[in-house]
């Protein structure tokens, strides 16, 4: 079966797409040469902008590429850099390559919010997104988010979704975490020794997950760092004294 966006390249005439039993919302890109035009030359008005076919996938320069799908959604934007193959936007069971696919060290996913806002779930699979250093999926609604194995990661803003389990606690090199407005009541940072920009209010943290979080980042014994988690749960006097220990270091933290 040949696969290819709904959009007006001619291929497949808008069809239904299915692919390996999974059908994909909306199933707006693959990489692969044969299924997409060559993306080079800026020329097309309304899918892709700027980048071009690497050979392997598509290649985003990070600063003014982008694709967008048949919803007017940038669901790569403009920041994106490096070589992409495939985005799996599912409702369902995530392939087994996970959501995405590539090579690129940033990816930006319709960062503006433009409805529909992307759902579901997205997964991700070190094996398959080896260089992934920064992820931005904010102003969305997805409720899975699954970035536990890219230890590789050092920056991640998912603020404004659904999401309520973020699990960050083998990403080492993580320094960035942007989780404000979500559902988050489980929130694992033990291991996330690098964290010192740090938005996590809004959510829906009960005292002892705000004392946790607290004195996980108290832990790691870093200076000089933010952490913003009103909007949770007040912490106990075992958070607050986690809080004044941050304090004490040089660190600007917000507490109920």
């Not at 990489?31 to 899918?47: A, F, I, N, W």
């Not at 490096?82 to 996970?98: A, F, I, M, Q, R």
């Not at 996980?216 to 949770?232: A, P, T």
Request: charged residues 15%; hydrophobic residues 30%.
């Amino acid at each position: 079966m040949t696969i290819c966006a709904p959009n007006p390249f001619g291929c497949c005439g808008g069809s239904s797409l299915l692919k390996g039993g999974y059908s994909y919302w909306p199933l707006w890109w693959y990489g692969q040469r044969d299924e997409l035009p060559d993306m080079s030359g800026h020329g097309v008005t309304l899918y892709p902008s700027g980048a071009y076919y690497d050979g392997q996938g598509y290649y985003f320069d990070g600063s003014d590429d982008y694709l967008v799908d048949a919803g007017g959604r940038r669901v790569l934007d403009r920041y994106t850099k490096g070589s992409w193959h495939s985005v799996y936007l599912t409702e369902g069971v995530v392939p087994v390559k996970g959501s995405i696919w590539g090579t690129g060290t940033e990816l930006w996913m319709n960062v503006s919010g433009t409805a529909p806002k992307i759902t579901g779930k997205i997964v991700f699979r070190a094996k398959y997104c080896p260089n992934l250093e920064w992820f931005s999926c904010h102003y969305n609604n997805i409720s899975v988010l699954d970035v536990s194995a890219l230890t590789q990661l050092y920056k991640l803003y998912c603020y404004n979704n659904n999401i309520s389990v973020l699990d960050v606690s083998r990403l080492t090199q993580l320094y960035k975490l942007y989780c404000n407005y979500n559902n988050i009541s489980v929130l694992d940072v033990s291991g996330a020794l690098s964290l010192k920009h740090f938005h996590c209010y809004n959510n829906s943290m009960n005292q002892d997950m705000v004392d946790t979080v607290l004195c996980d980042i108290d832990s790691h014994g870093l200076s000089g760092g933010y952490l913003r988690i009103q909007g949770n749960t007040a912490p106990s006097a075992t958070g607050e004294i986690c809080r004044d220990n941050l304090v004490s270091r040089g660190w600007g933290v917000t507490t109920d």
